[in-house]
C-alpha cells in the first residue's frame, strides 16, 4: 500500500514537498516515481527513482525544479518541487515498479508500474 502525503495550496514560485510511505518490507527493493494527472489532462510522468536511489530521472518539463529522493530505511519516497509554477497543478500519484531491481530501469509509462497510490492534490496559484 502507498500513501501519498503533503500536497496543498502554493504561490507560483513557491516550494512544496510531497511524500508516499509504503506498507510492507519489500519497498527497498521497487523502483519509485512520480506521476501527475491534471484535469482533461493524461497522466504522465514526473519523475523516478532506482531502487537503490543510485538512479533517477525527471520529465522535461521539471527537470532542474524537482528532486526525486527516497529513504528506504523511512519506506518513504519524496519529491522535492520548487519553482512551482501554474501548470504544475495536478492531483500526484507515486507508483512502485517491482521489476526495477532486475531491469534498473527507470519506466516512464504508468503500465509498468505495479502499486499505486491514491494520490495528493497540489494547487499552484498564479
Known amino acids: 500500500q502507498l500513501v501519498e502525503s503533503g500536497g496543498g495550496l502554493v504561490q507560483a514560485g513557491g516550494s512544496l514537498r510531497v511524500s508516499c510511505t509504503a506498507s510492507g518490507r519489500t519497498f527497498n527493493t521497487y523502483g519509485m516515481a512520480w506521476f501527475r494527472q491534471a484535469p482533461g489532462k493524461e497522466r504522465e510522468f514526473v519523475a523516478g527513482?532506482?531502487?537503490?536511489?543510485?538512479?533517477?530521472f525527471y520529465a522535461e518539463s521539471v527537470k532542474g525544479r524537482f528532486t526525486i529522493s527516497r529513504d528506504n530505511s523511512k519506506n518513504t519516497v519524496y519529491l522535492q518541487m520548487n519553482s512551482l509554477k501554474p501548470e504544475d497543478t495536478a492531483v500526484y500519484y507515486c507508483?512502485?515498479?517491482?521489476?526495477?531491481?532486475?531491469?534498473?530501469?527507470?519506466?516512464?509509462?504508468?503500465?509498468?508500474?505495479?502499486?499505486w497510490g491514491q494520490g495528493t492534490q497540489v494547487t499552484v496559484s498564479s
Open positions: 507508483a512502485a515498479d517491482r521489476s526495477n531491481i532486475v531491469t534498473n530501469t527507470i519506466r516512464v509509462e504508468d503500465t509498468g508500474y505495479d502499486y
Open positions: 527513482i532506482s531502487w537503490s536511489g543510485s538512479s533517477t
